[in-house]
């Protein structure tokens, strides 16, 4: 059974940086792109990227290029996503997934259970 | 970005009532699109993709249509876990894209 599990909640200050650890079993972890995802308070979703574990690459949405950066250690089926600069308008539950098929499909079937993160002065 | 709109913005329906609900994409994305239930507090849960195929577990009360610009989410027969929002997803062009969201709710 797959199963994706996120790091506990934060709270940032303005300017600082979040680090969201993703840890997944049940499937082969360098078989399948993780997405990023994320879901600002009463908001809908907006995707973020996505990584290919397997040759360590990424696929960025623009609004975050230069600020997200993606990576993972295969040795512990395990991807992060690091967020730099923040500001309020991050606020948001961010969440990894797993692409549903082995070729990149940009269909996101399992999803972590999301990680609040709150950036407050 | 292509522009998903989704429509209406709320549906007020009872248990056992037809669910209808609507996906425009600003640009044809041929049936490169993908519908998402999301319950409170909850992760999204992938429900249809490319543009009418089940994933897997989903109940077939649900099935989806269209293709280029309109797309469709029918849940034939409300349940009461179907109370929830439902997201549309695009994967015709990068970067991926959501829609706003429709929202079902107990009339």
């Known amino acids: 059974q797959v199963h994706l599990v996120q790091s506990g909640a934060d709270v940032k200050k303005p300017g600082a940086s979040l680090k969201v650890s993703c840890e997944t079993s049940?499937?082969?972890?360098?078989?399948?792109?993780i997405h990023w995802v994320r879901q600002a308070p009463g908001q809908g979703l907006e995707w973020m990227g996505r990584l290919n574990p397997k040759i360590d690459t990424t696929n960025l949405a623009q609004k975050f290029q230069g600020r997200v950066t993606m990576t993972s250690d295969s040795s512990i089926s395990t991807a992060y996503m690091e967020l730099k600069r923040l500001n309020s308008d991050d606020t948001a539950v961010y969440f990894c997934a797993k692409d549903l098929f082995n070729w990149g499909s940009g269909w996101i079937d399992s999803w972590g259970q999301g990680t609040l993160v709150t950036v407050s002065s | 970005d292509i522009v998903l709109t989704q429509s209406p913005a709320t549906l007020s329906l009872s248990p056992g009532d037809r669910a209808t609900l609507s996906c425009r994409a600003r640009q044809r994305i041929a049936n490169s699109l993908a519908w998402y239930q999301q319950k409170p507090g909850q992760a999204p849960r992938l429900l249809i993709y490319?543009?009418?195929n089940r994933a897997a577990g989903i109940p077939a009360r649900f099935s989806g249509s269209g293709s280029g610009t309109d797309f469709t989410l029918t849940i034939s027969s409300l349940e009461p876990e179907d109370f929830a929002v439902y997201y549309c997803?695009?994967?015709?062009?990068?970067?991926?894209?959501f829609g706003g969201g429709t929202k079902v709710e107990i009339k």
């Open positions: 049940g499937y082969t972890f360098t078989d399948y792109y």
């Open positions: 997803q695009q994967r015709g062009d990068w970067p991926l894209t």
């Open positions: 490319d543009a009418s």
